[in-house]
């Protein structure tokens, strides 16, 4: 099983900062990436897929990098909405999530 | 808009077994996979399984195997799962989640939204 570390588990920015959040794979998994945002008591949304293509409607303020083990989910201009937990993915070789990281109000 | 409606909330005794819907809506049901995930209170995402809703080919969690099992009804575009021997452990909600393309190796989107099961005597 292909293992996803995300780092760091909890991310303290201002509104108006930049946050970057990173996932490692165990293994390489290509450019096979998916990011999620997570707000409580909701299901997750997509954000990002193939490592840094924005799905439909996400704000140009989420990219992503990286490809084979290391990755990253920026957020350029942290907005009130975007305080969340953020889950990446990895779908190269089944399916596994990483740990989450939160992102919290500083 | 593609949409997956979820049954609602379940609470089960240990031992019991629960079965969860998940209809689909504004695609062709049969051409895409669906997937479900757990994710136990303040924990992460936990991938359960998948099937193919066009044959009903089911692949599962090494760590579930031989206590879930995931069906379909492609006359009302619904996928189930059931789980078996539920423990506290088992606590959590469960999220059925649609493979975005056609192929088997795909991100998931959309997800539904969501069915807490609690087990508890």
């Known amino acids: 099983e292909i293992v996803m570390t995300q780092s760091p588990a909890t991310l303290s920015v201002s509104p108006g900062e930049r946050a970057t959040l990173s996932c490692r794979a165990s293994?390489?998994?290509?450019?096979?990436l998916a990011w999620y945002q997570q707000k409580p008591g909701q299901a997750p949304r997509l954000l990002i897929y193939?490592?840094?293509t924005r799905a439909t409607g996400i704000p140009a303020r989420f990219s992503g990098s990286g490809s084979g083990t290391e990755f990253t989910l920026t957020i350029s201009s942290l907005q009130s909405e975007d305080f969340a937990v953020y889950y990446c993915?990895?779908?190269?070789?089944?399916?596994?999530f990483g740990q989450g990281t939160k992102v919290e109000i500083k | 808009q593609v949409q997956l409606v979820q049954s609602g909330a379940e609470v089960k005794k240990p031992g019991a077994s629960v079965k969860v819907s998940c209809k689909a809506s504004?695609?062709?049901?049969?051409?895409?996979?669906m997937h479900w995930v757990r994710q136990a209170p303040g924990q992460g995402l936990e991938w359960m399984g998948i099937?193919?809703?066009?044959?009903?080919?089911?692949s599962y969690a090494q760590k579930l195997q031989g206590r879930v099992t995931m069906t379909r009804d492609t006359s009302t575009s619904t996928v189930y799962m059931e789980l078996s021997s539920l423990r506290s452990e088992d606590t959590a909600v469960y999220y059925c989640?649609?493979?975005?393309?056609?192929?088997?190796?795909?991100?998931?989107?959309?997800w539904g939204q969501g069915t807490l099961v609690t087990v508890s005597s």
């Open positions: 989640a649609r493979g975005a393309g056609e192929q088997l190796n795909n991100w998931f989107d959309p």
């Open positions: 504004g695609y062709t049901f049969t051409s895409y996979y």
């Open positions: 099937i193919n809703p066009s044959g009903g080919s089911t």
């Open positions: 293994q390489s998994v290509s450019s096979n």
């Open positions: 193939g490592a840094s």
């Open positions: 993915q990895q779908y190269n070789n089944w399916w596994t």
